[in-house]
């Protein structure tokens, strides 16, 4: 019974810690993946701000950490989100698009 209830206290502090923990490790330039259709190249500054490059556009936006998600706040009122897949990678899924892996460099 006693390593149910610590397991249970484990796993909702492992639930905490990754709701709370501090989006600074986010920070950094991250790329699609060589064999992507599309070339993007998205930059997370330390301060929220951010740029999402293409071969033809560069647009900006704020960015949050919510759980296990990124939230891309554009300037037009817009949120895209993307999934923390692990410390190197993450994945936004564009409507019109589809899914873009991207990777820290």
Request: net charge negative; charged share 20%.
């Amino acid at each position: 019974m006693c390593r149910l209830i610590l397991l249970g206290l484990l796993s909702w502090a492992f639930v905490l810690a990754a709701a709370c923990s501090d989006p600074l490790h986010l920070v950094g330039k991250y790329q699609s993946l060589p064999e992507a259709e599309r070339f993007v190249l998205l930059d997370l500054q330390p301060n929220g701000q951010g740029t999402w490059e293409t071969d033809f556009d560069v647009v900006s936006f704020r960015w949050k950490q919510r759980g296990g998600d990124i939230w891309l706040h554009t300037r037009t009122g817009g949120v895209i989100t993307g999934d923390i897949v692990d410390a190197i990678r993450l994945k936004v899924d564009l409507p019109g698009v589809g899914v873009i892996v991207l990777e820290r460099q």
